[in-house]
């Protein structure tokens, strides 16, 4: 065989490999690869399509967690592992000393007693009613206040207020209070990390709100002045001049000028030229004058 033939005949092996393996690249291996490569471009797309959601999601649980992380760092509630009635009477006995008194020197008043344990497994609660409550609205405020903000997690679940009003037989003012009713619920956990608290600490009570209690008229007045009180209804005016009174009180001459105190009220006007005094008084919410005159006895004749 010569040389041209033989070199002509492993040119056309060559081509015929290099062309096979052409069509095979091409028609098989390339094709193949192209669907994979369209494949894994569609999922790159999805994710692109999906990443602001994503994104969104992930921002959301970073925000919740570090909501979570603060709102548990600066808890001031300790939940103790368990609970008794000695404990909780002792805890709202201090209640009551933080409460203080009223000016009636009274202080916050209650029948407590145990009604039961309520357990959720990991946490639970014991309930407790205060029956026969009483109490003036400041010195409640205060109680109620306590039991909300204080170390210990309570829950008042109800409470019923009902208003009296009492004459003092000492100083014959209308005593006002509120009687009330009260579900309690005292938490404990078998959780460690709420067993204590880190801030923790002493409350500083604010101003008590007004007072929704208070009538603007009082039910319940008195009938009869205190000793050392000026009576306007036992007044007989005896002398009268420009800007003062002379009034006889219980067989006691006394000076009345403007302005001056009497049970419930003061005097508002002098009138020399109509001889009398007049007084604003202040009943239980209810405010009227009342003029007191000279009483000018007739003198009689002999004959």
Do not use: C
């Not at 669907?35 to 970073?62: G, H, M």
């Not at 001889?275 to 009342?290: H, P």
Request: aromatic share 14%.
């Amino acid at each position: 065989m010569s040389f041209k033939i033989r070199n002509t005949i492993v040119l056309a092996v060559v081509f015929v490999v290099i062309t096979g393996g052409g069509l095979f690249y091409w028609m098989y291996y390339q094709p193949k690869q192209l669907k994979a490569a369209e494949t894994e471009i569609a999922a790159i797309e999805r994710e692109l399509v999906d990443f602001p959601q994503t994104l969104s999601q992930v921002e959301e649980l970073t925000n919740r967690l570090a909501d979570t992380k603060r709102r548990y760092d600066s808890r001031s509630k300790e939940i103790p592992p368990f609970d008794i009635t000695s404990q909780t009477y002792a805890y709202m006995s201090k209640g009551i000393d933080e409460a203080g008194y009223s000016r009636d020197n009274e202080f916050v008043r209650f029948n407590m007693t145990f009604e039961g344990t309520r357990n959720f497994g990991a946490y639970g609660f014991n309930v407790y009613q205060l029956t026969e409550g009483e109490a003036a609205f400041e010195n409640l405020y205060k109680f109620i206040y306590y039991l909300e903000n204080g170390s210990r997690l309570y829950k008042v679940n109800w409470v019923n207020f009902e208003t009296h009003e009492a004459v003092n037989p000492d100083t014959r003012e209308t005593r006002k209070w509120i009687a009330f009713q009260m579900e309690l619920h005292a938490y404990f956990t078998s959780i460690p990390e709420l067993h204590t608290s880190l801030v923790a600490k002493s409350l500083t009570f604010t101003q008590s709100p007004f007072d929704p209690f208070n009538p603007i008229i009082l039910q319940t007045v008195a009938t009869e002045p205190p000793e050392d009180e000026l009576d306007v209804k036992a007044l007989d005016v005896r002398a009268v001049l420009p800007g003062k009174a002379f009034v006889l009180h219980k067989g006691e001459l006394i000076v009345l000028h403007l302005g001056d105190k009497v049970w419930r009220g003061f005097v508002s006007r002098i009138s020399p030229s109509e001889s009398k005094v007049e007084f604003t008084l202040n009943e239980g919410g209810i405010t009227r004058k009342v003029e007191k005159k000279m009483v000018f006895e007739k003198a009689t004749q002999k004959r």
